[in-house]
């Protein structure tokens, strides 16, 4: 075996801030010619993280079609310290699992795929539990929800200790689409927008039956923010790059921004019945921009894809149960980032969008946009911190909606 353990300079390897102290195998199978391990990193302040690898990567086709050989539905593996899971909703066709091959570029999870058949996603970092990701594709495909890729697998690990670990799953390969980031960039769109709002209206309304974690109050980083603003002040001569003065005019609206969040942002907080019951805490997408939308030919030119939600939250955060507008918040603000992005106005758009969720949803235009409000302020000051610390020339755009 090669030392596939050797992961810190990888791409997904989240621990790179952090001194490590070993990497071990906590776990592992031999399956498909390779092998399919579990690795424990401890890290020298005591924490430890868990990671997905293969040896072999280019075998994960061959992985699959042992897993699921002769049209097998369900197949587990034992080892000494646990076992491996494979679950399929259906027989699968061991002439496209053996074709599943490395796709893309490497972000915090690993994809394959056998074009137009079938897609992986290979979590790397793991967390014990249910993975939001899995749980949601099922729920949605089996309450007949289409504007989602079809859910086929589910691959999982679970150690004797009782931790378990969803490893990956396997879904439809879309062809010929285009992300609606692109699509928007290259053109404000306001009868896609409709459509995207329409079919977001219908996600939440096929979420409302799921299961989660105890709801909570927005996590919003004001004082992550303020130091952040202080800190650029300080720093514009050393560097030049900072936007002094937009960043002073936004430090000193900052106590009103957080009082107006803190009195506004109560959950279900509208103006009617219907309302209240429409935005009231339920399991949503939770990372909700136009990177997550894939845009077709009709007569489904829609795919919601990526529910696994922020992947540097823990699992009870990304399964919680919040409100509806937290991710209708989330997609306005994509619309305002490919307006800036492409020079253009998005008013048009974020009308559509709204229109849209009310006419499937029945609530009003003014009350969704009452009821997103205070998620609107919540993520434009998550945005401001991420443009601060990683793209100060873009933090004009957050500033905007702050100011």
């Known amino acids: 075996?090669?030392?596939?353990?050797?992961?810190?300079?990888?791409?997904?390897?989240?621990?790179?801030?952090?001194?490590i102290r070993s990497i071990q195998i906590l776990d592992s199978l031999e399956i498909g010619d390779t092998t399919l391990a579990i690795l424990e990193v401890l890290f020298e302040n005591g924490n430890r993280d868990f990671y997905t690898v293969v040896e072999d990567e280019n075998k994960m086709g061959k992985i699959l079609e042992e897993a699921f050989i002769d049209g097998a539905t369900k197949s587990v593996f034992p080892t000494e310290k646990g076992h491996f899971d494979f679950k399929a909703t259906c027989p699968l066709p061991s002439k496209h699992l053996r074709t599943i091959k490395p796709f893309a570029l490497e972000q915090s999870n690993s994809a394959f795929a056998s074009p137009g058949k079938f897609f992986f996603k290979l979590f790397r970092r793991l967390q014990a539990g249910n993975h939001p990701e899995a749980e949601i594709m099922e729920h949605l495909n089996k309450a007949g929800f289409l504007a989602t890729p079809h859910f086929y697998a589910c691959c999982s690990y679970k150690a004797i200790s009782g931790e378990a670990f969803t490893i990956g799953i396997l879904e439809e390969h879309l062809t010929d689409t285009s992300d609606a980031w692109t699509a928007f960039n290259n053109r404000m769109d306001p009868e896609l927008a409709d459509e995207l709002g329409a079919e977001t209206a219908r996600m939440h309304k096929a979420l409302k039956d799921l299961g989660g974690t105890e709801s909570h109050s927005e996590d919003v980083p004001f004082e992550k923010l303020r130091g952040l603003l202080e800190q650029a002040i300080k720093n514009v001569n050393k560097d030049g790059n900072s936007p002094v003065e937009l960043c002073q005019k936004v430090l000193e609206r900052l106590p009103e921004l957080e009082r107006s969040f803190?009195?506004?942002?109560?959950?279900?907080?509208?103006?009617?019945?219907?309302?209240?019951?429409?935005?009231?805490?339920?399991?949503?997408h939770g990372d909700f921009h136009l990177g997550?939308?894939?845009i077709s030919e009709p007569p489904a030119p829609i795919k919601i894809i990526d529910f696994e939600g922020e992947p540097t939250r823990p699992l009870d955060y990304r399964r919680a149960l919040r409100s509806p507008a937290v991710d209708i918040a989330g997609m306005l603000r994509s619309f305002r980032y490919a307006a800036a992005n492409s020079h253009s106005d998005s008013?048009?758009?974020?009308?559509?969008?709204?229109?849209?969720?009310?006419?499937i949803s029945g609530v009003a235009p003014n009350q969704i946009l009452q009821a997103a409000a205070p998620y609107i302020l919540a993520k434009a000051v998550y945005e401001a911190c991420y443009e601060l610390e990683f793209r100060p020339t873009w933090f004009w755009i957050p500033a905007q909606a702050l100011l």
Do not use: C, H
Not at 263 to 283: E, H, V, W, Y
């Open 292 to 294: 997550q939308v894939l």
């Open 1 to 19: 075996m090669k030392k596939m353990w050797d992961i810190s300079d990888r791409r997904w390897f989240m621990g790179k801030d952090e001194k």
């Open 347 to 359: 008013s048009a758009v974020e009308q559509a969008f709204i229109a849209g969720y009310s006419r």
């Open 262 to 284: 803190q009195a506004n942002a109560t959950l279900g907080n509208t103006a009617s019945d219907n309302a209240t019951d429409i935005f009231k805490p339920q399991r949503i």
